[in-house]
């Protein structure tokens, strides 16, 4: 299975993006999904996932209420939908597709890896 991650780029603090992640295969449909993101010098951290159905999102604490995590498995792909960006969302963001069907929020639940998308907020 393969991940790729797109929708990355520079926006202004305040400005919103919207990044997708499209599986090659369907059997994903019946995984949970989820993005990490890693800063410079910093470690890989949960942003959002989401169970197989698109239900039960979660959310690290410092993106609650600004992003939004969803999917459309007829189209293999999931969204993060960001908005209020902040120069500390600046990172490659990841998407990843769990070992099972619920929303994981650790890293060892991932099984497959995109290959990451550039965030850069401009304060």
């Known amino acids: 299975v393969q991940l790729q991650a797109s929708g990355g780029g520079l926006v202004q603090a305040g400005g919103s993006l919207r990044l997708s992640c499209t599986a090659s295969?369907?059997?994903?449909?019946?995984?949970?999904m989820g993005w990490f993101r890693q800063a410079p010098g910093k470690e890989r951290e949960f942003v959002a996932a989401v169970n197989w159905r698109g239900g039960s999102p979660v959310y690290a604490d410092s993106v609650k209420g600004r992003f939004t995590i969803s999917r459309d498995n007829a189209k293999n792909t999931i969204y993060l939908q960001m908005n209020r960006l902040q120069a500390d969302d600046t990172a490659v963001y990841s998407c990843?597709?769990?070992?099972?069907?619920?929303?994981?929020?650790?890293?060892?639940?991932?099984?497959?890896w995109g290959q990451g998308t550039l965030v850069t907020v401009s304060s």
């Open positions: 990843a597709a769990a070992r099972s069907s619920s929303s994981a929020t650790r890293f060892t639940s991932y099984q497959y």
């Open positions: 295969a369907r059997t994903t449909s019946n995984n949970g």
